[in-house]
């Protein structure tokens, strides 16, 4: 094993938070169907000192700003082909630009892939299901996953996968590509968001040499507790785990309500069950991560790593 698997079999990495969250809270308005990939064009400034504050609180992977990028949404907004590919291409390069300097361990870069729900922008991201073939999903995912690969990720974070038709399209897609990839679902109940069983979800991945993890993201801590060692069970692989504040969604009132669920305290037992990449989703922001690196250094016994995600890694205000 090279690159990111070795890394991935030498313990634990601490995966950042929701980088819409972080920019939100520096004022940005992501009202918007591209919502975070916008800043791409408009503010990369702000996506390189998001992805720099959740290193600074101890993160080691950053995920790019391309979950909901695509050449079908930058073309609505009069972006032509080989616009859109540069602005994916820039996602990759500022999580890399934010990752170098640090001292200790290597910092990694993950190019995030979000499901065609997202690209749609209409909140089918969280049911699946679109009426697309399997085929159709892999036409559409593959030339994003071209361009993202070829600037240079360490790994392929295709996330938040609602469906397991979209599973199935996603890991056609990535063969061939040169990069490693993580699968992870969108999930409640112990079922995908399209409804299927997780375990079968899961399994869909187990004898696919391209990805290195499996597991969930976008879905309530609770839910994270169950599924990781199902994960882990099913396929033998790494599992990845990044789940939401446990806030919930009022879509009346527009806002989240209800107190959140996410603590570090849960980190220990997901590296029990299997876990290796572990971070937070929506509405986790740096202080959450800085909770999940301590705990991932307490469990391993990496007491520098705690310190310094402690005092905010090199103590820059970024």
């Not at 080691?60 to 979950?67: G, L, R």
């Not at 040169?178 to 999930?187: E, K, M």
């Not at 806002?255 to 989703?281: H, I, K, M, N, S």
């Amino acid at each position: 094993m090279t690159g990111f698997a070795a890394a991935l079999a030498a313990g634990p990495l601490v995966l950042d938070g929701g980088l819409s969250n972080q920019l939100a809270a520096a004022g940005h308005d992501l009202a918007d169907a591209l919502w975070s990939a916008r800043l791409l064009a408009d503010a990369p400034e702000a996506v390189l000192a998001a992805h720099r504050a959740y290193f600074a609180a101890g993160a080691q992977v950053a995920i790019s700003a391309s979950y909901q990028a695509s050449f079908e949404g930058f073309a609505r907004r009069g972006v032509d082909r080989a616009g859109a590919a540069r602005l994916l291409a820039r996602s990759v390069a500022l999580a890399r630009e934010a990752a170098e300097g640090w001292p200790g361990p290597r910092r990694w870069v993950a190019a995030s892939v979000g499901p065609y729900g997202a690209v749609s922008a209409d909140g089918s991201e969280y049911r699946g299901r679109y009426g697309l073939t399997v085929a159709e999903l892999e036409a559409f995912h593959r030339p994003r996953l071209e361009v993202l690969a070829a600037a240079g990720p360490d790994v392929l974070a295709l996330e938040t996968v609602p469906d397991a038709d979209e599973a199935r399209a996603l890991l056609r897609a990535v063969r061939g590509l040169g990069v490693p990839a993580w699968l992870s679902f969108g999930a409640a109940g112990g079922r995908t968001r399209a409804g299927q069983p997780l375990a079968e979800a899961f399994a869909l991945a187990a004898d696919v040499p391209e990805v290195v993890a499996v597991g969930v993201n976008c879905c309530s801590p609770e839910e994270a507790d169950r599924a990781v060692a199902l994960a882990a069970r099913v396929t033998g692989k790494p599992v990845v785990v990044y789940p939401n504040s446990g806030e919930g969604w009022d879509a009346a009132a527009g806002d989240w309500c209800g107190e959140p669920t996410f603590e570090g305290a849960r980190v220990a037992g997901w590296l029990a069950d299997g876990a290796r990449l572990v971070g937070g989703c929506c509405r986790v922001g740096p202080d959450g991560i800085r909770a999940v690196a301590a705990a991932v250094a307490a469990a391993t016994g990496t007491g520098a790593a705690a310190g310094r995600a402690r005092t905010g890694g090199r103590g820059r205000a970024f």
